[in-house]
């Protein structure tokens, strides 16, 4: 046993993680980013954004820039720090432990799909992301908050 949700392992993630934890970080501030926008509000098309009082920054839209700038990383990364990334984000749900690691990182293996940005779309798809992976490097005794500092 490599410890539990009271004893984080920073030693066994240096041996197991393939993803960088300032990897990780940067994922969690993005997300965070992509998590405060709204869906559209369908704003009058004539309208300007400064009398708008720029809401638009915060709307969901296809050509997000912070949608976008996310997916291009998470698909830039390899495949083992996608499958990484994965797993972190259900190791830090539900009730896990860092035992429940290897078959987590399994299972993300057997699920993961090579083609481009698929990934990154399923990631998205998770409503509390960044939670998730800031709880699963947790457990394996890493923090964002110096990475944090200055960035939200």
Known sequence: ????????????????????????????????????????????????????????????????????ELTSFISDLSEDEQIDLVALAWLGRDDNTIEDWPSLREEAASAHTPKRGATARYLLGMPLLADYLEEGLSLFGKSCEEFEMGRL
């Not at 030693?11 to 934890?21: H, K």
């Not at 993005?30 to 309208?47: N, Y």
């Open 1 to 68: 046993m490599r410890g539990n949700r009271d004893e984080p392992d920073e030693a066994y993630a240096d041996e197991v993680l393939t993803i960088s934890p300032e990897q990780v970080c940067f994922v969690v501030v993005k997300a965070r980013e992509f998590d405060v926008k709204d869906s559209s509000s369908e704003m009058e098309a004539g309208s300007n954004a400064a009398d708008d009082q720029m809401v638009s920054v915060l709307e969901d839209s296809r050509d997000d820039p912070v949608q976008q």
